[in-house]
Each structure stands twice: as C-alpha cells, then as structure tokens.
C-alpha cells in the first residue's frame, strides 16, 4: 500500500526532482516519442497482456507515419493522450518543466509556466481541504480539492484530516463535497471512510498488480467513527481517481448517498514513468475490486443515488441532510425545518417601502437586492422573504424578522424570531 500511495502521489512531483526533468535540447522525432511510450507501457502497465495490445497498436500505427506530422511535443502530446485514455482513464502523456527553471512573472505567456512542486502545493492549499464549516442547522461540509498522502499520524495530511473529522463531530450530517476533486492518495481514502464504518468492516478496495495484491484499509483506522451519522457525498464529472474510490466504497458500504452527476470513471490508480526523450506517461500500475460489488468504477465512473446538476448538489443533499433528523431534540427539528424552508424559499417580490424605519434601536433600510435590518452597531441581516412580511437573515436562515400590521395595514412593529434565543418584539418610531 506504501509503494502504490507513493506512486500516486508521485504524479503531482512532476517539478520537484531534477532527476525527473531531464530533457533532450532538441524535440525527439514523433516515432522515437511513440516507440518509448510504447516499451513504458509494455513494461508497467499492470495487465500485461492489455499492455502488449495498446504497445504493439501504438508502434504499428508510428510505423505507419500515425504521429510523424506532429512534430510540435505539445501537439504530440494531446494526441497521445486522446490516443490512449479509452484503453484507461489514467492515461495522459506530458513533458516535465526544464530543471531550475524560474516561475514566470507575466500574466500573458502561458509558454513560461512553470509547475510549482506539489508539497509546496499541498502546504499552501490546506493538504487538499478546500473548506471545513457547520452549515445552518448543524449540517457538517467537508469540501476537499485532493486526497493528501500521509504514512504516520504526525504528517501534515493527517493531521489536517483529523482536524477536519473533529470539527464536523457533533453535526447531525456530514456533506463531503468532492465536486472538484481529481484524486489523491489511496492512504486519505481508507482513513476517512474508516470515519464512517465498524473498526472491522470489510468494505476496502483491494488493489491488483504485477506485485501482488494489497488493501485500502488503513493500517491505523480513524479512532471515534461516527457509524451511524447521514453521510452525503458530492460529486462531478470532475470528481476522478482516488475521490472516486472513496464514494464508490461508501456507496457500496451502504454509508452514503451520493448527490450530482457520474464521476469521472478513472479507477485504475499508478504514477508517471518518464522516457529518455524528456516524456513522461501516466501508467496505471494497479487495479481496484471492490469486496461488495466485485467490480470497480473504470470507464463508467460513480453513479449518483441522486442524480442533479453538479451546482445544485450542495443544496440538494443540504435539504436531504436537514429533513434526516428522526431523533433531533424540538429545538433542533425547529431550526432545521426554517433552514429548510429558506433553501426553498420562492422568488417574491414585495413593496421595501412599508417597512422601512427605524424600529427601537434598530433600522430597517433598502439595499440592491432586498432589504437590511440592522441593530445598533451590530453587522446587518440581509432580509429576503418567506411570504408578504415574514423574511429570513440569508447568511443565518435559522433567523427571521415578522413585520406587524394594524387593523388599517399599517407596519407597527417587527418581531425577531431565532429559533435558538425565542422571540424579542420591536416598536416602529414615528419619523
């Protein structure tokens, strides 16, 4: 498992080793790139009779004079992998940056980009967590941009998983937004199911190469998993590789539902190998099973349970989260069912000028989009609303403020209504 999470995790290095960046001065000809893609595949691929089937076709058709226009790496490049990701979805074929190369300064010349070294990448992007909060109504959202590698408890990695899993502990849902996430290491996929599963579950993919075979269950699983908490997950056609893997278990563990659309479909997980031209090829090296299903997700990727928009999943398994709370205390159904109803809120449109003014010491004032209530010196409640002179704080839906008529329709009061502090009522100034 060590080897196979390097490996991974070696794909995003491209610009950390010198030794990796070697390239010749000059662009080697299209049918020497193709003959060495070809023997890297023949020699890594974990199939090896597929390996011999997608070399020997790569090599028949340069000899061919297949690729021998392309003359440009970058051109090449893209063919290569158009050429070869319907044999499997990892497959890509690149060039790394020239050693020492500096970071370019212009904003215009794409030309002189260079990666910057995926640690630096990992450290400066919270080791893949994207954001960590507690939505209204005590909803948990991880959302996670890549699957961090780590080998002990006091990587980087783990600690950030860790501090994640903490901060979402006492929620009555857990929505993992992996919407935007390419992958990772198998280590952060094991680790943060063993979040959700029994210490002995069986539910880990297992991995099959040329080596052997190895598991995707952690060697230390997550301390104090939450077995029974809603779990949501979301994903994209964006959502690849590692990210896939991690759904796809928790889908087959019966432990989520998964929100949005079909992943990407990458399931076979390897690392680059890097040929004497200065290219280097994306090899899958192993493949996974699933002991629940029997399969995996190659090719047709991860289907949803709730099939929606990729932009609308957040708010769909938000909604679903809020309405899967059968033991929630009734100060909690309460918050949750406002929230709710806030999420759904249709499109009204009200005259502001009968509420505006001054109500005890607060003020209800006109903004572009709605109106504001503000109390003394505290940050304004942006208002939009529920039904003629009922509105919710749109940043703390859990909030509402009920205007107040008199017998002749005129705005006398407002009441604030918070479903965790009560209800506090607000005389309207004469002007």
Same mark, same amino acid.
């Not at 990727?301 to 205390?329: F, H, I, M, S, Y």
């Given at each position: ?5 390097l490996?991974?995790?070696a ?7 010198p030794v990796?960046a ?11 790139v193709?003959?060495q893609i070809?023997a ?6 974990f199939?090896p009779?597929?390996?011999?089937t997608?070399?020997?076709?790569l090599?028949?058709?340069?000899a061919?004079?297949r690729y021998?226009?392309?003359t ?7 063919a290569?992998?158009?050429?070869l990701?319907p044999?499997?979805?990892?497959f ?7 050693s020492?190369?500096a970071p370019?300064r212009?904003?215009?010349?794409s030309?002189?980009?260079v ?8 450290a400066?992007?919270g080791?893949g967590?994207?954001?960590v909060q507690i939505?209204?109504g ?17 990587d ?5 998983v ?32 063993? /979040?959700?599963?029994?210490? $002995?579950?069986? #539910? @880990?993919?297992r991995?099959?190469?040329r080596? &052997?075979?190895?598991? %995707? !269950?952690?060697?230390?699983?997550? /301390?104090?998993?939450r077995? $029974?908490?809603? #779990? @949501?997950v979301?994903?994209s056609?964006?959502? &690849?590789?590692?990210? %896939? !893997?991690f ?6 563990a019966?432990?989520?539902?998964? #929100? ?6 990458a399931?076979?997980?390897?690392g680059p190998?890097?040929t004497?031209s200065?290219y280097r090829v994306?090899?899958?090296t192993?493949?996974?099973t ?10 047709v990727g991860v289907?949803p349970?709730?099939?929606?928009p990729a932009?609308?999943a957040?708010k769909?398994?938000?909604?679903a989260?809020?309405?899967n709370q059968?033991?929630a205390?009734p ?18 449109s009200?005259d ?6 001054a109500?005890?010491?607060?003020v209800v004032q006109a ?6 209530w503000?109390?003394?010196?505290r940050?304004a ?25 008199d017998?002749?329709g ?10 965790q502090?009560g209800?506090?009522r607000?005389?309207r100034?004469?002007?």
């Amino acid at each position: 498992m060590k080897a196979l999470a390097l490996s991974l995790i070696a794909a995003l290095l491209l610009a950390a080793s010198p030794v990796l960046a070697r390239q010749a001065e000059a662009p080697a000809a299209p049918r020497v790139v193709v003959g060495q893609i070809a023997a890297a595949i023949r020699d890594a691929y974990f199939d090896p009779a597929k390996a011999e089937t997608i070399a020997t076709a790569l090599e028949t058709e340069a000899a061919a004079g297949r690729y021998d226009a392309l003359t440009d790496p970058r051109d090449l490049e893209t063919a290569l992998t158009a050429r070869l990701e319907p044999y499997d979805q990892h497959f890509s074929v690149g060039r790394p940056a020239p050693s020492g190369s500096a970071p370019a300064r212009s904003t215009t010349a794409s030309s002189g980009l260079v990666p910057v070294p995926f640690p630096v990448v990992a450290a400066r992007s919270g080791q893949g967590f994207r954001a960590v909060q507690i939505l209204p109504g005590n909803v948990g959202l991880i959302e996670m941009r890549f699957f961090g590698n780590f080998e002990g408890p006091d990587d980087p990695a783990r600690k950030q998983v860790d501090a994640a899993l903490q901060l979402v502990s006492n929620t009555d849902a857990v929505i993992i937004d992996l919407r935007n996430n390419g992958g990772g290491s198998p280590a952060m996929v094991g680790y943060l199911v063993s /979040a959700f599963v029994g210490p $002995d579950a069986d #539910v @880990y993919n297992r991995f099959h190469s040329r080596e &052997g075979e190895s598991r %995707e !269950a952690p060697a230390q699983p997550y /301390a104090a998993p939450r077995v $029974d908490v809603p #779990v @949501y997950v979301l994903i994209s056609g964006r959502t &690849g590789s590692a990210a %896939e !893997a991690f759904a796809y278990t928790m889908q087959a563990a019966g432990r989520a539902v998964i #929100v949005g659309e079909t992943s990407g479909g990458a399931a076979n997980p390897g690392g680059p190998v890097f040929t004497p031209s200065g290219y280097r090829v994306f090899i899958s090296t192993g493949s996974p099973t699933n002991p629940l299903t029997g399969g995996n997700w190659e090719k047709v990727g991860v289907r949803p349970d709730v099939a929606v928009p990729a932009e609308d999943a957040l708010k769909t398994a938000w909604k679903a989260a809020l309405a899967n709370q059968p033991d929630a205390a009734p100060a909690a159904v309460i918050e949750a069912a406002w929230v709710g109803d806030a999420l759904d809120a249709p499109v009204l449109s009200v005259d502001p000028a009968a509420y505006l003014g001054a109500y005890g010491g607060s003020v209800v004032q006109a903004s572009a989009d709605g109106l504001t209530w503000r109390n003394e010196r505290r940050p304004a409640w942006r208002l939009r609303p529920l039904s003629p002179d009922l509105f919710f704080d749109v940043d703390e839906p859990y909030r509402r403020i009920r205007f107040v008529r008199d017998e002749a329709g005129r705005v006398t009061a407002l009441e604030v209504l918070d479903s965790q502090t009560g209800v506090s009522r607000l005389l309207r100034r004469s002007a």
